[in-house]
């Protein structure tokens, strides 16, 4: 059949989907989903079950426009575990804000919120938000929220032996009963048959033992797109170990303790052997925090940085390349957990290397962080705004107007903690420079390009004078820079980290 006869709802051209579905390529994982008509189910593109006649499929922009056209998620290929795709959103601000608050909760568990109370908060009518989603997404708010709930709900049944109870609370359910009724009128199937089907497959994925797991332990595996560089992304992390509240395997494992949005615990991270996934161990200090799993899970996709698109974010490096720079492939964005840690560090690492800054780091966490005492191991957690803002840090070697600037910032978000980086600039002593870190590591700003930084712009000097195109004045700089941003845009982080990364006399950058 004719490539322009397939059916698609899909902005990706159908020939290559078809040609990305017939390689398994998990590049595209994600990306796209198809739909294959003569079964009724839709699948990712590196499903091992043998592939469809192409006249029998229909590709989709996303999963929830397949389940909309009434198809079923494939039980081999588990569409609820692919990596996330942003590109679908858009660049509706409004659009994205809803998302991410229907994704920590909006509209689902104990205190639910309803559509016009979102839209509300959002500052616009019922009516357009509504209006927004089904333009962008082919579906409803609360659909949307419907969908992402049961596809968590099905990862959970798939990869872990958590109660019904406890996925269906993980999952947002407010009951048992709620939760089989809706899942049976979704899927055609209950959470009983489909986990009892799950475990009988050969293809179940388990997440590999290692020191830092335990039997009480909930156990995940993240996929995302390759190429990962996944022993830079470890080996930064290492170069910044703080005792106690992070541990570095020689392995390839990360663990650190966290506190997100007052939901405290530990995770272990490692990368599976031979598949692009991380295998994810959570420890929870409370059980019952058990229903702000989700929320847990999106937040190491950020960390992580495991939803960005490599193809299409390396082609926006062409700025430095064409100047004879060589892009690390699959380096990605190292975040910290959130804004105010990241601008802690930035604050620290203020006209100090990367070594001094990471000793005052463990010495500042060492002194004001909580203890955590997690299966038998204590723990100590990033200190808290108010501890930092209380605090004497008379123990930290460095100049009193950083310490003042420390015990303000910590102040301001302590009485502001809906306060976001740009706000942090009223904060004496907090400059645009920390403020744009912060936004970085700890929000996973794609866009954030340092181009004030000395490292980098000791390296884009070097670079244009091995182009034979020396910059001959800071207004020229100044004016470079900015081309080089505009032209990286939106992906202005990716670039700070590449050139951060090729500077040899600064390969751990701060």
Known sequence: MPHEEVQTDCTIAPQVCQQARLSRDARFDGQFFTGVL?????????????PPHEKNVRYYNTAIQAANAGLRPCLRCRPDSAPHSNAWRGTETTLNRAIKLIEQGFLSGDHAGSVTELAEKLGITSRYLSQLFNKRLGTSPKRFALYQQLMFAKQLLHQTTLSMTDIAMAAGFNSIRRFNEVFKQQLSLTPSDLRQQSHSASLVDCVTKNQYLSAKSIQLTLAYRPPLNWAKMHRFYAFRQVVDMEAVSDDGGYCRSFCFDGIRGVFAVIPHSHKPLLEVNIDLLHAHDIKHLYAIVLK???????????????????????????????????????????????????????????????????????????????????????????????????????????????????????????????????????????????????????????????????????????????????????????????????????????????????
Not at 43 to 49: F, G, K, L, N
Not at 306 to 318: G, K, N, S, Y
Not at 364 to 390: C, M, S
Not at 411 to 423: E, F, G, K
Request: glycine content about 8%.
């Open 300 to 510: 190491l996709r950020a960390m992580f940085d495991l939803d960005a698109d490599m193809q299409v974010i390396e082609q926006a490096l062409a700025p430095i390349i064409a100047l004879g720079a060589t892009v690390d492939t699959g380096l990605r964005i190292p975040g910290t957990g959130n804004g105010f840690e990241a601008a802690c560090r930035a604050v620290l690492g203020q006209q100090v290397s990367v070594v001094q800054a990471t000793k005052l780091l463990n010495t500042l966490v060492q002194h004001y962080g909580d203890e955590l005492n997690i299966n038998g191991k204590t723990w100590r957690l990033f200190p808290t705004p108010q501890a930092i803002a209380q605090a004497s840090l008379d123990e930290l070697k460095m100049p009193g107007a950083r310490k003042l600037a420390l015990n303000a910032l910590g102040q301001y978000v302590d009485d502001y903690p809906d306060s976001t980086p740009q706000d942090w600039l009223m904060v004496k002593g907090i400059g645009p420079w920390t403020v744009a870190y912060a936004q970085m590591r700890g929000l996973s700003d794609p866009d954030v390009f340092l181009a004030t930084d000395l490292v980098i712009k000791n390296r884009l000097y070097a670079l244009h004078q091995l182009a034979n195109k020396p910059i001959e004045s800071p207004k020229m700089y100044a004016q470079i820079a900015e081309g080089i941003s505009q032209r990286a845009s939106p992906w202005g982080s990716y670039l700070t980290f590449q050139l951060w990364n090729e500077d040899p006399l600064n390969p751990t950058k701060e």
């Open 38 to 50: 003569t079964t009724g189910i839709y699948c990712r593109s590196i499903c091992p079950a043998p």
